[in-house]
């Protein structure tokens, strides 16, 4: 029996920009393919190395951060402390943390100028190797975002382990070896593969990450290579057979992925702990979430405390600066709210849409796109600007924000579709029987009841964009560019001290969206009504 309202504008419109978001795939891929076939040149560039470096470290990188995630979910849905929330908020934020800041807060800890050599050679008079480049440095800037973000999606299972099933597993008394095998396993255990193989993309396409801490050509991936090929050698043949080892690779890893359970996106406030463990787990536990914490949160702190205490006024002081962060904002803005636009017209149609191969065909272009890593998008952009005989300064604004955009339509899309698909599984006889035309729906039930989730999306959206150096690095230049690029370009040109301010800055910037959006937005939502 049909209970959906009929919404015949919303499933049509989310249809046109089905075969719109396909139709810009297909121009990409086919800007990639025609270089490719074009090229009278042949390339020296080994992909086979480079492949088997990339998915080295990825695959280490997911094994690495699986465990780091599972011990501290464990730790967190244990223990209760003043500042929980605050620190799972921490965690979460992962997420959203620009990786050049995370490697740039390493570089100061553990380079040969950090803050452990310096205090070992002050007391000790010794200096140790660096570990902060090569494959270590990079497995270390991983796990740390990638652990902490493995940590909330898994804390997230924990929280919803029934509280009759923790009855039952406390008046058998079991210990806490016990409790995880009977009772936290069965609940972690689907969400692994999922959560595992998002974070084997996250790493494969890391970019900022090894372009700062690879260290040479030993350690370089088919992101970083992909760069090097066209803004250093301008290699293009080169460049456009790793992009489509790349494509290649992740639509493998994204299909393979698709048969497990899905991850969630939207993540509620933690629960508090409703077991208690023996004291001497519990110091386990403690030691854990310390060791966690510091390695997530000490990072940061080096960047905030060198580039608050370092050259911020000179940093301050430059026209150059108040161009890029006056261009990052109004990328980020502009490309959180195309994403908003495109994600809530692709969720609204899906969820009108009672058939599940309809559900189906309006979500894959969206998703398509995490088979393509910006630097991979940015290229095909770039093939397809030089083919049109567009400017590439002319074009570059619009392309930014649109790749932007399109890199952060999955996660949007992730994050508003089960909440809207919730709403008309629970509402939509009641909507039906009511006679609600299709804005009145929205207006009067879903935005007040997405408010939050909407927030989250715009959050994301801002923060990709505001962190990102994948895409404004072909299109990049002197009279264009964002804060990750002048951060970049500054640590080039060895003046550590204004890439500290800036990458102090860009953490502050990008926390402070990431708190203060959903609250926002969520507030404006449930704002009364005159």
Known sequence: MLTLPRRPIRIASAAILTLVIAALIAAVLWAI??????????????????????????????????????????????LRFAGRDLVVGLFAAAIVTPGMVVAFGLLSI???????????????????????????????????????????????????????????????????????????????????????????????????????????????TLEVAIYTAVRLDFDLVGAVRLALTQIGVCSVVILLASVFTPVPSALS?????????????????????????????????????DGLAGGLLRVLGQAGFWRATATSVVIGTASALLTLVLALLLALGRSATGHPLGRTLLGIPA??????????????????VRTLGVPIGTAAPVVVVIANSLLSLPFAVATLGPPLEAIMATRGKLIR??????????????????????????????????????????????????????????????????????????????????????????????????
């Open 33 to 78: 393919l025609a270089a490719a076939t074009d090229a009278a040149s042949g390339s020296r560039i080994d992909i086979a190395h480079l492949l088997r470096m990339t998915a080295l470290q990825a695959g280490l990188t997911t094994v690495l951060s699986l465990a780091v995630g599972i011990a501290v979910a464990w730790a967190l849905n244990r």
């Open 269 to 305: 406030r933690s629960t508090p702990p409703r077991w208690r463990d023996r004291r001497a787990v519990r110091a386990l536990q403690w030691l854990v979430l310390v060791l966690a914490g510091v390695g997530f949160a000490l990072p940061l702190v080096s960047v905030l405390y």
């Open 110 to 220: 553990w380079g040969r100028n950090g803050w452990i050599n310096q205090v070992a050679n002050a007391l000790f008079g010794i200096q140790f190797e660096s570990p902060a480049y090569g494959l270590s440095g990079i497995l270390l800037a991983h796990v740390v975002l990638d652990g902490a973000f493995a940590a909330r999606i898994l804390l997230a299972r924990l929280d919803a382990i029934p509280q009759s099933r923790l009855k039952v597993g406390q008046s058998l008394a079991l210990g806490a070896v016990q409790r995880f095998t009977l009772i936290d396993w069965p609940a972690l255990r689907g969400s692994l593969p999922g959560l595992g193989a998002i974070i084997f993309l996250l790493a494969f396409t890391s970019f900022p990450i090894v372009l700062l801490l690879g260290g040479g050509p030993a350690n370089q």
């Open 433 to 530: 029987s009511l006679g609600l035309s299709g804005w009145q729906q929205f207006i009067a039930i879903e935005y007040p009841l997405l408010g939050r989730d909407i927030g989250l999306m715009l959050a994301l959206a801002f923060c990709f964009s505001l962190g990102d150096l994948g895409v404004i690095a072909l299109f990049g230049t002197q009279d264009f560019q964002t804060l990750p690029l002048m951060m970049y370009r500054a640590l080039g040109s060895y003046r550590s001290n204004d890439a500290a301010a800036i990458a102090a800055l860009l953490l502050i910037f990008t926390i402070a969206a990431f708190v203060g959006l959903p609250r926002l937005v969520e507030r404006i939502a449930h704002a009364p009504r005159r």
């Open 367 to 384: 998703f398509a796109y995490l088979a393509v890593p910006a630097v991979v998008l940015s290229l095909g952009f770039f093939l397809l």
